[in-house]
Every structure is written in C-alpha cells, then in structure tokens.
C-alpha cells in the first residue's frame, strides 16, 4: 500500500490465483455533503461507496485518487470500522492541498453494496466545490462508473429563493428512485425535471410547483445504463446530475 502511495508503483501488485472479473457494471459514488451547519474547523465525513460487489470476484484490494477544494476543506483522516472494507488496511498520500491519493488491501474479498472509506475532512472556511474520484480501481480493474459528489454551503437567507438540484437517491437503483430538489423561488413561472438516457433522448419529464422538494422515478420500463436528469426553470437548465439504473 505505501509504495502506491507515495507514487513507487502505479497500482497493486494482485497474487496469483485471484480472480480478475469484468467489473463494467460496477459504480462508485461520492456522497454529497451540506457544511451549512458544520462550524470553522470541525470535521465532517464525505463516503466512498460501491454498488454490489460479489464474494466470486475476489476484490481485494482498491486505489483511486480524490480531488477537492483544499481552501475550502482540508483532508484530516480515513475510517474503515463498520465498512465492507472493516479489517483491512488503507494509506493516504496528500498528493496536495486538492488532492490525495488512497490505496486498501485486504486480507478477505469486499463483498455487498455499500461504503468501502469514509474520509475526513475539516471545514476551512464556507462555500461549494465538487468532490472528484479519478484513476479508480478494484484489484486492477478499471472502474468507469464513477459519480463525483458535491460540498455544499447553503446560507438560511438563500433557501426562501433558490432554484436547485440536489440529487437522487439510491443512486446506483433498481427500479426507483427519488430525485430531491429545492424550487423556492417566487419568480419562477415553469419548472421541469427532465431524464435522458446516453442517446440524448427524453425518456421522462416532470412538471414541477413552487415549494416541491422531490420527485420518483420508477425506471422499471427502461433498460439498465446511465441516465442523466436536467432541471429546468422557465426554459433555461439550471443543473444536470448523474444516475444510474442496474437491473
């Protein structure tokens, strides 16, 4: 883990024996996190999590790199207790002020969905920024499925007239899943959510009033793969996010 880390080998070395499966269908995902009420140099924890994974694929092992605003939040620590990835040993590098480098071995297969790192961070001063993962592997399986998160600053006085895209949840799902949103803003006329698949073209749209927070899609028409969804107030998009449907 060390050598990967501070940059002597660009990926681990997996031993003999281990199986290498194709992982195309596998997505990893940042979650998003609202600092609002998170004071000047407390901490807070952003989760890196996988959709299923299966005991017969023998994943082992991971790295990936993770980027950030480092004048906004700066990385302070990593916590695997209670994880998939609980029992196993991880090392992160500062690559710099914006990024850092993580590498996990472990002895045991990570099996089922859910967070594999959580990473810390301490809250340097308000505003936004997009959280980033890149360079992403299980064992040495490249992984392309890869949803970015966001930290987010939203003052009290901005919440009575904002027009936002929160994001949907569970993302990755099956069949449904919600997508959250605020539209508070009196000046507003004519909203939309609308979904695309990959083509571009228009599977599902919804017609949205002031003061609705959320939506659900129920995807059990469409065929699994990645779908993005726009939110659109008085003609003009204001957002577009990322999901995707597994069957």
């Known amino acids: ?48 999590s996988t959709s299923e994974l299966l005991e017969e694929w023998n994943v082992t092992a991971f790295q990936f790199n993770f980027a950030f605003d480092g004048s906004l939040i700066e990385y302070s620590g990593y916590n695997l207790d209670g994880l998939l990835s609980d029992g196993g040993m991880a090392a992160v590098n500062a690559e710099d002020s914006n990024t850092i480098s993580v590498g996990f071995a472990g ?65 990755p799902f099956s069949s449904t899943t919600t997508i959250s949103f605020n539209l508070n803003n009196k000046n507003t006329v004519n909203a939309e959510i609308e979904i695309f698949n990959l083509k571009g073209q228009l599977v599902k749209s919804f017609a949205l009033v002031n003061g609705q927070t959320s939506v659900e899609w129920n995807a059990t028409s469409q065929a699994s793969g990645i779908y993005f969804y726009k939110m659109k107030t008085d003609g003009k998009y204001t957002s577009t996010k990322k999901m995707i449907l597994l069957k």
């Open 1 to 48: 883990i060390l050598q990967y880390v501070v940059g002597l080998i660009t990926e681990f070395p997996i031993e003999g024996g281990r199986v290498v499966v194709d992982l195309d269908e596998v997505v990893v995902s940042v979650s998003d996190f609202d600092i609002s009420t998170i004071a000047v140099g407390e901490t807070f924890t952003i989760n890196i």
């Open 107 to 171: 002895a045991y297969p990570l099996v089922g969905a859910g967070a594999i790192i959580e990473l810390e961070f301490t809250k340097l001063t308000a505003g936004n920024c997009t959280t980033l993962l890149s360079n992403f592997l299980f064992n040495t399986e490249i992984i392309v499925n890869l949803i970015d998160g966001e930290v987010l600053e939203t003052e009290e006085s901005d919440i009575q007239n904002i027009s936002k895209l929160n994001g949907n949840y569970p993302n």
